[in-house]
């Protein structure tokens, strides 16, 4: 007897309806444990790190100067000496669960340059946060800006800190007034000068630290800006269209050189300035060098180091709202010092302004780059009594770095420290950037 086919029950709307909020409640579910494990995860690996900061010892000055805020709400030092500034700039703490390692290296990397040169005053230039997550497993960009500062507080330095693009991107946690408050506490972050700056001027921190002799006459102003992120719609930065100053920062400049120059009786006091993306200008700038054969040509000269990036090679906006012109007719500014750019550290003389990359730290952003020394260090600042001042990078792989101040920075040097092709080679001369 053939056998009967049984009539296939079609399930009701309500039917398919609570299947599908099972499958929705499994998914979210699922979703919800992963969530769950990254985040005890990640809170593990920034106690890892904030351990690794407690086993670091404090510098030790023979004697530490200290400023004072002054009637316009800037903090100022008072010497009578030379007077020294750090740039670090990029140093990437990603905070997450893939980049625990290469995070404690670059807290290892800024704690013995740091401990070797004794600095003043360290200005970081942008990037102290990368909640990439494909790269540091989280997107939360606390804790990287949090630990740097509990690493600057255990050294006991004095420090400050402008905005890169990715302290604060579109998709990360924090705003840049979240983190600005961080950095503003000055109950736990006693040494750090960071200011979020006058609210009616673009960007978070904008603002100026200066130097004085016992006689109160201002020699330096150190000019802090926020060089914004991204611009044109470009909110991920995923074709690279980077911001720039913008005209009321600019206007905030002159304004208060003017300001400084009627409190140093009538004499405008020499400036350097400290920010992220580079000007549009150092594109040109290089460019021309290059197109001249890596020689000399009438407006560009150079002073010392290397381009390592590929394709545009200095990643600048394209825009330009008068920044590096306002800083040449201003008879004031000396140099600008930036980074961004995490292979180039190269330093040109544009019509007697210069225009510096500083050393990056990054271990993390670039694929490979934590084996690869001949880019990472710091940049040495020298202020003289007159308001002049010299300057030159420092690679960190350089016997004067290399004293670990705990048994496990011994091990990270000798499992993660740069390859030997590279480790120990100074800057490249003029005859191997000549040759391209």
């Given at each position: 007897?053939?056998?009967?086919?049984?009539?296939?029950?079609?399930?009701?709307?309500?039917?398919?309806?609570?299947?599908?909020?099972?499958?929705?409640?499994?998914?979210?579910?699922?979703?919800?444990?992963?969530?769950?494990?990254?985040?005890?995860?990640?809170?593990?690996?920034?106690?890892?790190?904030?351990?690794?900061?407690?086993?670091?010892?404090?510098?030790?000055?023979?004697?530490?100067?200290?400023?004072?805020?002054?009637?316009?709400?800037?903090?100022?030092?008072?010497?009578?000496?030379?007077?020294?500034?750090?740039?670090?700039?990029?140093?990437?703490?990603?905070?997450?669960?893939?980049?625990?390692?290469?995070?404690?290296?670059?807290?290892?990397?800024?704690?013995?340059?740091?401990?070797?040169?004794?600095?003043?005053?360290?200005?970081?230039?942008?990037?102290?946060?990368?909640?990439?997550?494909?790269?540091?497993?989280?997107?939360?960009?606390?804790?990287?800006?949090?630990?740097?500062?509990?690493?600057?507080?255990?050294?006991?330095?004095?420090?400050?800190?402008?905005?890169?693009?990715?302290?604060?991107?579109?998709?990360?946690?924090?705003?840049?007034?979240?983190?600005?408050?961080?950095?503003?506490?000055?109950?736990?972050?006693?040494?750090?000068?960071?200011?979020?700056?006058?609210?009616?001027?673009?960007?978070?921190?904008?603002?100026?630290?200066?130097?004085?002799?016992?006689?109160?006459?201002?020699?330096?102003?150190?000019?802090?800006?926020?060089?914004?992120?991204?611009?044109?719609?470009?909110?991920?930065?995923?074709?690279?269209?980077?911001?720039?100053?913008?005209?009321?920062?600019?206007?905030?400049?002159?304004?208060?050189?003017?300001?400084?120059?009627?409190?140093?009786?009538?004499?405008?006091?020499?400036?350097?300035?400290?920010?992220?993306?580079?000007?549009?200008?150092?594109?040109?700038?290089?460019?021309?060098?290059?197109?001249?054969?890596?020689?000399?040509?009438?407006?560009?000269?150079?002073?010392?180091?290397?381009?390592?990036?590929?394709?545009?090679?200095?990643?600048?906006?394209?825009?330009?709202?008068?920044?590096?012109?306002?800083?040449?007719?201003?008879?004031?500014?000396?140099?600008?010092?930036?980074?961004?750019?995490?292979?180039?550290?190269?330093?040109?003389?544009?019509?007697?302004?210069?225009?510096?990359?500083?050393?990056?730290?990054?271990?993390?952003?670039y694929t490979g780059i934590s084996k690869f020394g001949l880019?990472?260090?710091?940049?040495?600042?020298?202020?003289k009594t007159d308001g002049s001042f010299d300057y030159h990078?420092?690679?960190?792989?350089?016997?004067?770095?290399?004293?670990?101040?705990?048994?496990?920075?011994?091990?990270?040097?000798?499992?993660?420290?740069?390859?030997?092709?590279?480790?120990?080679?100074?800057l490249a001369s003029r005859d191997e950037e000549e040759q391209?």
């Amino acid at each position: 007897m053939a056998k009967t086919k049984k009539a296939k029950v079609k399930k009701t709307p309500k039917e398919k309806a609570k299947k599908a909020g099972k499958v929705m409640l499994i998914i979210l579910l699922v979703i919800a444990l992963i969530v769950g494990i990254l985040a005890i995860v990640n809170t593990v690996i920034v106690k890892s790190e904030r351990s690794f900061v407690d086993s670091i010892k404090t510098v030790g000055y023979d004697e530490q100067l200290a400023p004072e805020l002054d009637s316009d709400g800037n903090y100022t030092f008072t010497t009578d000496r030379d007077f020294k500034v750090v740039q670090l700039t990029d140093v990437h703490i990603g905070s997450g669960f893939m980049s625990g390692k290469k995070d404690t290296m670059a807290i290892n990397a800024v704690a013995a340059m740091v401990t070797a040169e004794k600095p003043d005053l360290v200005v970081v230039t942008g990037d102290v946060a990368y909640p990439v997550p494909f790269q540091s497993g989280t997107f939360n960009n606390k804790p990287g800006a949090v630990t740097f500062a509990e690493l600057m507080e255990k050294l006991g330095v004095y420090w400050c800190v402008v905005f890169g693009n990715h302290d604060t991107e579109a998709y990360s946690y924090f705003s840049r007034e979240d983190i600005a408050k961080v950095y503003s506490d000055k109950e736990k972050y006693p040494h750090c000068l960071f200011r979020s700056g006058d609210e009616a001027v673009d960007g978070v921190g904008n603002y100026i630290i200066n130097v004085k002799n016992s006689k109160g006459k201002i020699t330096q102003s150190l000019f802090m800006f926020d060089s914004h992120s991204y611009t044109d719609n470009d909110y991920f930065g995923i074709m690279w269209k980077y911001d720039a100053i913008h005209k009321n920062q600019i206007d905030w400049y002159n304004a208060s050189l003017k300001k400084l120059a009627d409190k140093n009786g009538g004499v405008t006091p020499k400036s350097l300035a400290f920010f992220h993306i580079p000007p549009l200008e150092m594109r040109e700038a290089y460019y021309e060098y290059r197109d001249a054969g890596f020689k000399d040509t009438d407006d560009v000269k150079y002073v010392y180091g290397k381009a390592g990036e590929h394709d545009l090679v200095v990643f600048s906006s394209a825009k330009n709202n008068g920044l590096v012109d306002a800083f040449l007719g201003s008879k004031s500014m000396q140099g600008i010092f930036f980074g961004h750019d995490h292979v180039n550290n190269i330093s040109l003389d544009y019509k007697g302004l210069k225009m510096t990359y500083g050393y990056s730290v990054d271990y993390l952003a670039y694929t490979g780059i934590s084996k690869f020394g001949l880019q990472r260090g710091c940049t040495i600042i020298n202020v003289k009594t007159d308001g002049s001042f010299d300057y030159h990078g420092e690679n960190y792989y350089q016997d004067k770095y290399v004293s670990p101040q705990t048994k496990e920075t011994v091990d990270l040097e000798n499992e993660y420290g740069a390859d030997s092709e590279h480790s120990l080679n100074p800057l490249a001369s003029r005859d191997e950037e000549e040759q391209g």
